[in-house]
């Protein structure tokens, strides 16, 4: 099962190692511990939506594009088969989303857009890693041409 939680650190992670910035800036300029911020990077705390917002206005982002940024992550884990869905006693066959390339137990899908990859390694029926990465021009194209 995915955890937003995690989602959400990931995208604010990325985002600031984007920036090549370290814990130490954002965490002073968004007013918030760096252990805390942090725990929250790594997917251990959730935070409230004024923290939340505080650590986007620190990262220079909005907190729209950072909400939209996890949303499209979560529908595309929505879409690989056994990712979010509860483990059954007898699972139903899911097709595999156009996009989705297996190898062994893990599992990369492209937005139809393309601008957002996912994968996810299953590591345990109740543990998935959730990886999400904006996808370059080049990527992109290379991405298609794998998928087809």
């Not at 790594?42 to 939340?52: I, T, V």
């Amino acid at each position: 099962m995915v955890l937003l939680r995690r989602v959400i650190g990931d995208a604010l992670r990325a985002r600031r190692q984007g920036q090549q910035r370290t814990l130490r800036e954002v965490s002073s300029a968004a007013n918030v511990s760096l252990g805390y911020l942090s725990e929250i990077e790594r997917g251990q705390k959730e935070p409230s939506s004024e923290l939340l917002a505080a650590i986007c206005d620190a990262l220079g982002a909005r907190l729209s594009e950072l909400l939209r940024e996890v949303s499209d992550t979560v529908a595309l884990a929505e879409q690989m088969p056994n990712v979010l869905v509860p483990v059954q006693d007898e699972p139903a066959p899911v097709p595999a989303a156009p996009a989705a390339k297996a190898t062994g137990r893990a599992v990369r899908q492209v937005s139809s857009d393309g601008t957002v990859a996912v994968s996810v390694r299953q590591d345990s029926p109740l543990k998935a890693t959730l990886r999400s990465t904006r996808v370059r021009s080049s990527e992109r194209d290379r991405d298609v041409v794998c998928a087809a």
